[in-house]
């Protein structure tokens, strides 16, 4: 496993950008794919985008793309979520976590390992 711990969530207001990060250690993870996943109170955990760290392949759920971007950076063993044009909706707790494989990238019980979780909160 992998040990991830996530950073850069606040309060922000509608059509705003935040930049998440996802500092990655424990182990080579060149076969891994990084998540995104964000849950709202109340709500499931919700799919938000992936990438898959050697190859730089990314993925997004319905409701950000165009407006969210995934990234990595390789030196930094951190993956990044860009998040712009935020809107109340996107309010969540947001997770990075980590699975080897690119398959099944929108299943929260496929990943092996999880963040802690960064509040984001988007309000006027």
């Known amino acids: 496993q992998v040990q991830l711990v996530e950073s850069g969530g606040g309060l922000v207001q509608p059509g705003g950008s935040l930049r998440l990060s996802c500092a990655v250690s424990?182990?080579?993870?060149?076969?891994?794919?990084m998540g995104w996943f964000r849950q709202a109170l109340g709500k499931e955990r919700e799919f938000v985008a992936a990438i898959w760290w050697s190859a730089g392949i990314t993925y997004y759920g319905k409701s950000v793309k165009g407006r969210f971007t995934i990234s990595r950076d390789n030196a930094k063993n951190t993956a990044y979520l860009q998040m712009n044009s935020l809107k109340p909706e996107d309010t969540a707790v947001y997770y990075c976590?980590?699975?080897?494989?690119?398959?099944?990238?929108?299943?929260?019980?496929?990943?092996?390992?999880w963040g802690q979780g960064t509040q984001v909160t988007v309000s006027s």
């Open positions: 976590a980590a699975k080897i494989g690119w398959y099944d990238l929108g299943l929260p019980s496929k990943y092996d390992s």
């Open positions: 424990g182990r080579t993870f060149s076969s891994y794919a």
